[in-house]
């Protein structure tokens, strides 16, 4: 056995997708600025929170996957 600790190259391959979701980032930043001045509370934007991370998700399983033992 090696005295190493495992890395994690979850974090390091979700970077990577990042730039392939700038679409659906877009879409949240502007859905954060129109809500901001919402005094009320009720508007979100988890729709397009979920959309982004659905997008790295779908995007760095593929390597992650490969890189699993």
């Known amino acids: 056995m090696s005295d190493e600790e ?18 659906a980032l877009l879409a ?8 901001e001045s919402d005094e009320t509370g009720e508007a979100h934007c988890t729709g397009q929170y979920f959309d982004y ?11 992650l996957f490969s890189k699993l033992k």
């Open 28 to 35: 949240y930043q502007a859905c954060a600025e129109r809500i």
């Open 6 to 23: 495992p890395v994690d190259p979850k974090p390091e391959i979700e970077e990577a997708c990042k730039p392939r979701c700038v679409k």
């Open 53 to 63: 991370y659905s997008c790295i998700d779908k995007c760095a399983a593929s390597t």
